[in-house]
């Protein structure tokens, strides 16, 4: 299939989140009971974060699976774990925004800039907690214990993360490390969570898993791409964050081990300077040029082909359809 005659990514997930609609809606309903019963302090400025609604793509891709077995869809389990995943992405966010010094989210005030960082971190804090407030009645120990894993797995990422800002040898299997904890583990964990709620085996089940760390790992690949303007169209944050905050990311590594001692070199002494202006913009042209962009490109769309591969052997549902058309239009993904 041409990319070019393909309906973008915001049509597509527009269409495929209709046909859950219900499930996500009921979703907000939980969402909006846990920050209306919130104690005071934490109620309006919670109420005023989900207020800031985001993609729902993770929901979306654990409702799809959910609901694509022979069984009929438990409503209530699939909206209380949608809540648990919506709510620890939240979390994340608000986390992710005060260490990157992100001014903006969803075209608002981050919650750092807005409360204070310590009041932020408490906010984020109390949101992660409501995340797994919202499974704990879930019938199958399995849920609850993924989402707990992933939230381990996002942290984990963010401080390997950390730990490694600004150092311009960084590996691809460092970086995919990273990615996969701060990025992938929650999407593996929505379609994880969704086959277990469609009674699929063990084996599907972990099949479904993978599908979503694939699908997670091209979100986060894209999402470096975005963050140097590559493809970006409305774009909710500003550009050149990972530039800024010293952050070495797949085109970065790829531009590395393509030029010369000396085009390194230079290449580093511009990142040390990245907040001047037109700085980022001759990163970019440097990094277009040796063709870095493009096998990040390449390597987003075979992560994509692997998914893909993976959905071709759940049941052909109506859902799993909506899914794998969901999964392609990610290679379009412009905000």
């Not at 302090?41 to 985001?54: D, F, Q």
């Amino acid at each position: 299939m041409n990319p070019a005659e393909h309906p973008s990514f915001q049509a597509v997930l527009a269409t495929v989140r209709g046909k859950v609609q219900n499930y996500l809606d009921k979703s907000d309903e939980v969402i909006a009971e846990v920050a209306r019963t919130a104690p005071v302090g934490v109620s309006e400025r919670m109420t005023k974060l989900i207020a800031r609604k985001g993609k729902k793509i993770r929901s979306t891709i654990l409702s799809l699976i959910a609901t694509s077995s022979s069984e009929p869809a438990d409503e209530s389990r699939i909206a209380h774990a949608c809540a648990g995943i919506e709510l620890l992405h939240l979390a994340s966010l608000v986390h992710d925004d005060i260490i990157d010094e992100t001014t903006m989210r969803r075209g608002e005030r981050t919650a750092h800039v807005e409360w204070g960082n310590k009041v932020a971190v408490l906010i984020g804090d109390y949101i992660l907690s409501q995340a797994m407030c919202s499974v704990i009645n879930e019938k199958s120990r399995e849920i609850p214990l993924t989402l707990s894993t992933a939230a381990n797995s996002l942290i984990v990422g963010e401080i390997l993360e950390l730990d490694n800002a600004g150092d311009m040898n960084l590996s691809r299997s460092k970086y995919n490390a990273i990615i996969e904890g701060k990025t992938a583990a929650l999407v593996e964990a929505s379609a994880k969570i969704g086959a277990i709620i469609a009674g699929f085996d063990a084996q599907r089940i972990e099949a479904c898993g993978k599908l979503g760390a694939h699908f997670g790992l091209a979100f986060q690949i894209i999402d470096d791409l975005l963050d140097y303007g590559i493809g970006a169209t409305n774009l909710d944050k500003a550009k050149f964050t990972d530039i800024s905050n010293g952050l070495v990311t797949l085109p970065l590594i790829y531009y590395f081990e393509s030029v010369s001692a000396e085009e390194k070199t230079e290449l580093q002494n511009l990142l040390k300077r990245a907040a001047e202006p037109g700085v980022p913009e001759e990163i970019c042209k440097r990094l277009e040029t040796a063709g870095a962009f493009e096998k990040a490109k390449e390597t987003a769309m075979q992560h994509i082909a692997d998914a893909m591969e993976i959905a071709d052997s759940l049941p052909m549902t109506e859902h799993i359809e909506s899914l794998k058309t969901f999964l392609y239009s990610m290679t379009e993904r412009g905000n």
